[in-house]
């Protein structure tokens, strides 16, 4: 039988986002099971997702267990300033890359969006501890918490995580055994990629 989550494949634009480098849909089939896990582990929507210019676009999405009404999200784009996915994988490209993203301003989506600044000392942050954390700063009560996807030659070619209520998200902080669980799904997607290490620092 086959499940929901494999009835679909990517549409021709998502597979031009010119990543030479990877099959998107290998990312994809790849994050399947983990993504399942995920959501399963910590009962919330699972995201996986990779950077194409200033957004990040989501290549597979898995329903909050138990919750009957929920909008698929595959191809929807989201800017990287503002959300864990995003962050998880701009904090490992290189330089210039941060330069790209904010060569122009960042619109602030919510009272919570970061400014360049402080983006630059989250994605340090990031660097520091495998996992990016998104709280109210693209959605007003929606929170997310990612951790990044690495290949066979060390890139930082998507990441996966969780979405949620704040609430559920960051109770107080991340909510007990999500950066666990998140990030030992972006390892294992890492791994089926041929990752050498994870995360990959150069």
Same mark, same amino acid.
């Given at each position: 039988?086959? +499940?929901?989550?494999?009835?679909?494949?990517?549409?021709?634009?998502?597979?031009?986002? *010119?990543?030479?480098?990877?099959?998107?849909? /290998?990312?994809?089939?790849?994050?399947?099971?983990?993504?399942?896990?995920?959501?399963?582990?910590?009962?919330?929507?699972?995201?996986? !997702?990779?950077?194409?210019?200033?957004?990040?676009?989501?290549?597979?999405?898995?329903?909050?267990? *138990?919750?009957?009404?929920?909008?698929?999200?595959?191809?929807?784009?989201?800017?990287?300033?503002?959300?864990?996915?995003?962050?998880?994988?701009?904090?490992?490209?290189?330089?210039? $890359?941060? /330069?790209?993203?904010? !060569?122009?301003?960042?619109? #602030?989506?919510? #009272?919570?969006?970061?400014?360049?600044?402080?983006?630059?000392?989250?994605?340090?942050?990031?660097?520091?501890?495998?996992?990016?954390?998104?709280?109210?700063?693209?959605?007003?009560?929606?929170? +997310?918490? !990612? $951790?990044?996807?690495?290949?066979?030659?060390?890139?930082?070619?998507?990441?996966?995580?969780?979405?949620?209520?704040?609430?559920?998200?960051?109770?107080? *902080?991340?909510?007990?055994?999500?950066?666990?669980?998140?990030?030992? !799904?972006?390892?294992?997607?890492?791994? /089926?990629? *041929?990752?050498?290490?994870?995360?990959?620092?150069?």
């Amino acid at each position: 039988m086959v +499940s929901p989550s494999e009835k679909y494949q990517l549409g021709p634009g998502l597979l031009q986002l *010119g990543y030479s480098y990877l099959d998107l849909n /290998e990312l994809r089939s790849r994050s399947i099971p983990y993504a399942d896990r995920l959501a399963a582990r910590t009962g919330e929507a699972v995201r996986a !997702a990779v950077m194409h210019g200033g957004s990040v676009v989501i290549l597979h999405h898995v329903f909050r267990p *138990g919750t009957s009404f929920q909008i698929p999200e595959v191809g929807l784009q989201l800017p990287v300033y503002a959300t864990s996915f995003g962050k998880a994988i701009l904090a490992f490209q290189p330089p210039p $890359a941060f /330069e790209d993203v904010t !060569a122009d301003s960042l619109p #602030k989506l919510t #009272k919570r969006t970061l400014s360049r600044a402080a983006l630059k000392r989250e994605l340090d942050t990031v660097r520091a501890q495998g996992v990016a954390t998104e709280r109210d700063e693209a959605v007003l009560g929606e929170s +997310s918490l !990612a $951790a990044p996807i690495f290949d066979h030659a060390g890139h930082a070619v998507g990441a996966i995580g969780v979405v949620g209520d704040t609430e559920r998200v960051f109770p107080r *902080g991340p909510a007990k055994g999500a950066i666990a669980a998140v990030t030992e !799904a972006a390892r294992g997607v890492s791994r /089926e990629l *041929g990752a050498p290490r994870w995360p990959y620092v150069a």
